[in-house]
């Protein structure tokens, strides 16, 4: 069965500390997998997308890595800020699948203290 | 910067009754979805649309969803009678065409059936 799953569930961080969330998937096919930000209450907002061939995609503070053998990948967020604070979602879409079809993982909901 | 756009942010209905979520997609894009989040769960696909009719739908999208495309510029949901189920919070994305991964998401509505 495709899969997303997503640690830690939760993460407390001090501002401007640096942090790194996990995702593993046992999508099949793979095509390829996204980050997703999603404030409370808004909807989620693209942080990055890679597909099979890429190992690691940078969107300012955030860095993304993928492993396509391991189906692992991580969100790395340098000198975090109060305004980080939100949930993180990992999304992973089959090969062939529709781009509607997307694999959710829960999240991770990161608090960033200052 | 253009948006998905939803309307209304918060519906509270009664169990048995009808409801029309509305969206204004992205004016350009040719792909429209609908997904929805229960409180505290991972966001689901329920639709995929284009070229005005649908083309992919999930389990969860059975007899009492339909989606429309009513005039050029919006996309609704209807749910033809509530079920205390149902209540979630509603994302409307669209995405330009079927090369380009990147899905946007409106800020959605959160839908309440007592």
């Known amino acids: 069965k495709n899969q997303v799953e997503q640690s830690p569930q939760s993460l407390i961080i001090l501002e401007g500390k640096n942090c790194t969330l996990q995702?593993?998937?046992?999508?099949?096919?793979?095509?390829?997998l996204r980050w997703y930000k999603q404030d409370t209450g808004r909807g989620p907002v693209s942080l990055t997308i890679m597909t099979f061939s890429e190992n690691t995609k940078s969107n300012g503070r955030y860095t993304a890595t993928l492993d396509a053998d391991t189906k692992q990948s991580s969100l790395h967020i340098t000198a975090s800020q109060l305004s980080d604070s939100a949930s993180y979602i990992c999304?992973?879409?089959?090969?062939?699948?529709?781009?509607?079809?997307?694999?959710f993982g829960k999240g991770t909901k990161l608090s960033v203290k200052p | 910067e253009p948006e998905v756009t939803q309307t209304p942010s918060h519906q509270v209905t009664q169990m048995g009754q009808e409801v029309i979520l509305r969206c204004v997609p992205i004016s350009n894009h040719l792909y429209f979805y609908w997904y929805r989040q229960i409180l505290g769960q991972k966001v689901e696909f329920l639709v995929s649309?284009?070229?005005?009719?649908?083309?992919?739908k999930s389990e969860i999208f059975d007899d009492q969803f339909s989606v429309e495309r009513p005039d050029g510029s919006n996309f609704t949901l209807k749910i033809r009678s509530t079920k205390l189920e149902d209540s979630a919070m509603y994302f409307c994305?669209?995405?330009?065409?079927?090369?380009?991964?990147?899905?946007?998401f409106g800020p959605g509505t959160r839908l309440t059936v007592t």
């Open positions: 999304v992973v879409s089959a090969k062939g699948g529709s781009q509607g079809n997307l694999i």
């Open positions: 995702c593993n998937y046992t999508v099949s096919p793979f095509s390829n």
């Open positions: 994305a669209s995405n330009p065409d079927r090369t380009t991964y990147e899905q946007y």
């Open positions: 649309f284009y070229n005005n009719e649908i083309s992919e």
